[in-house]
């Protein structure tokens, strides 16, 4: 089964690159998580996201609005995510626990459902 594992980390975190051992620390952690699951073979894809330049798109009586990152409450970044391909949900769970973001912030596992084609 595949799920995504979406990565949530309060705002903060981004500010602990600022300092370099801080954020070597910090790197250093995700490249350990991602070098497990990609050594153990379940990960598929996965990318790192720029939050903080992001932008929110709504449509409010017809007219689009839009909303950078920078004006949203900071309270926590998508900072990124990736596909894995797991037998059980539990063991989905499993490598989210390990996630560096499930102890600052969290980790939402959502399963990965078929393509619906025309």
């Known amino acids: 089964m595949e ?3 979406a990565f949530q ?3 903060y975190v981004h500010e602990l690159y600022a300092d370099p051992l801080q954020g ?3 790197s250093l952690a995700w490249q350990q998580y991602m070098g497990a699951m990609s050594a153990a073979g379940v ?3 996965g990318a ?3 939050a903080r330049n992001g932008r929110t798109v709504r449509v409010q009586d017809g007219q689009r609005q839009v909303q950078d990152a920078a004006s949203q409450p900071a309270h ?3 900072g990124g995510y990736v596909v894995i391909d797991v037998e059980t949900l539990e063991q989905a769970l499993d490598w989210a626990e390990r996630s560096p973001a499930s102890s ?3 980790t939402q596992v959502i399963p990965v459902l078929p393509a619906i084609r025309a």
Do not use: E, I, T
Request: overall charge neutral; aromatic content about 14%.
């Open 43 to 45: 990960m598929r894809s």
């Open 3 to 5: 799920f995504v594992l």
């Open 9 to 11: 980390q309060p705002a």
């Open 76 to 78: 926590a970044l998508f």
């Open 24 to 26: 070597q620390q910090v």
């Open 48 to 50: 790192q996201l720029d």
């Open 104 to 106: 600052a912030g969290y």
